[in-house]
């Protein structure tokens, strides 16, 4: 499983309509609204790069408002249940 995250800007006027479209788009796990130099940020979840590649160019970027993407892929998972697992090996 490939993870990626997508830094999407939006024209202002489109975040909520953009978001909720992203978020049906077919690969994307989730679309969240965020503060910050960035509008929102998709979590692609999907088999393979060439995925992520259609995920981000035939889905998020044809989407109207969207002005801009950067997407970056995940090496390693790090997530609460793996450190408690982490903590309680010989316990």
Known sequence: MITALCFIDVAPESINEA???IA???G???AYSVTG???LIALI???DHNEVA???TEGISK???VQTTQTHISFRTYSKQDI???FSIGS
């Open 45 to 47: 979840e999907v088999s």
């Open 28 to 30: 994307v796990r989730a």
């Open 63 to 65: 989407t109207p408002g």
């Open 37 to 39: 130099d960035i509008d």
């Open 24 to 26: 049906d788009v077919n």
């Open 54 to 56: 259609r995920v981000v």
């Open 84 to 86: 408690e697992a982490g």
């Open 19 to 21: 978001g909720q479209a």
